[in-house]
């Protein structure tokens, strides 16, 4: 069977040269895009969710608002479900973190005392867009005199994410469609090319699905071909990426909400999921081919 199905695949390759090549390269560049736009999706992902994790909001109080006042207030900031947790920082505390921080600037250090610096709660919230509504909420909290929100950099970060989640959607999709169009003219083509040897094999009796198999043979094996092709391809980008040191094998990737896995196990889902991709888009184009030129 595999035996008969190679040897037809040679000899729709001789005949059929350029096509098949078209049909391959496209599909091999299509998987190297979905595979790329993933590993981007996967990666701002990541970095949003441990972005969310770190990112805070700072709440600077007033001198005469005590320290008992501050802790009922975080207190009650804990038990809203946006937040994720809050973290008191007395003034003691502020200054031996100014103090550390500053600690090679002798003549700063004199002129600063712990007096001077503020108490603050710093507060996580338990995803990005609460962040905007909580520090607009505290900004009029009894007691608050400065609020800080790096917003810009949050915004910044999310505003570049949406821009690569569409670019590469509509990229994949422009490519899915190509691959789709070239395996049916390939196999139109080929289909057309044994109009005679069909008619015959219809007229002995021959079933619909033993003269479409060959057909969806073909296109499944354009598929998965040009998904291996494309996930050799994404193994040598990961390892020059990680030869270049722009990530260590000890990064993680967030592929579900609470798990996290490694550069290899994420690579090894990766291409499991281009191989998938290319067996069903090969697959549906090819039965699409055969639907509409066999009229079965």
């Known amino acids: 069977m595999m035996s008969k199905y190679f040897k037809e695949l040679k000899i729709l390759y001789t005949r059929e040269k350029f096509l098949v090549l078209s049909s391959i390269a496209i599909m091999t560049v299509t998987f190297t895009i979905l595979g790329f736009f993933l590993s ?24 005469e ?13 804990e038990n809203n479900e946006k937040i994720l947790n809050v973290n008191y920082v007395s003034k003691e ?4 973190i100014f103090t550390d921080l500053n600690k090679d600037a002798p003549i700063l250090l004199e002129a600063v005392t712990k007096d001077i610096l503020p108490a603050s709660l710093e507060i996580r919230a338990r995803n990005l867009q609460a962040l905007s509504g909580l520090a607009e909420e505290f900004k009029v909290t009894d007691g608050v005199e400065e609020v800080k929100f790096f917003r810009d950099v949050v915004d910044r970060f999310k505003y570049w994410a949406n821009i690569i989640y569409v670019v590469g959607g509509v990229l994949v999709a422009v ?13 139109r083509i080929n289909i057309s090319s044994k109009a005679d040897e069909i008619e015959v094999m219809k007229l002995v009796g021959a079933s619909d699905i033993y003269i479409s198999r060959p057909f969806k043979m073909h296109g499944l094996g354009f598929g998965v071909i040009s ?5 050799f391809i994404l193994t040598l980008l990961f390892v020059s990426i990680k030869f270049l040191g722009i990530f260590s094998v ?15 196990a994420f690579l090894i889902i990766l291409n499991f999921v281009i191989l998938i991709s290319g067996a069903l888009v090969g697959y549906l184009g090819s039965l699409s ?4 030129y066999l009229k079965i």
């Open 289 to 292: 081919a055969v639907k509409k």
């Open 227 to 231: 998904a291996l092709l494309a996930s």
């Open 250 to 264: 000890d990064s993680k990737f967030i592929i579900i909400p609470g798990i996290k896995v490694g550069i290899v």
């Open 175 to 187: 490519f899915l469609s190509l691959s789709y169009a070239i395996i049916l003219a390939t196999l």
């Open 40 to 63: 981007l999706v996967m990666g701002f992902h990541t970095a949003i969710k441990t972005l969310e994790s770190q990112a805070q909001i700072t709440l600077f109080f007033k001198d």
């Open 93 to 96: 505390q502020a200054f031996k």
């Open 65 to 77: 608002f005590s320290e008992a006042k501050i802790l009922e207030l975080k207190s009650n900031i």
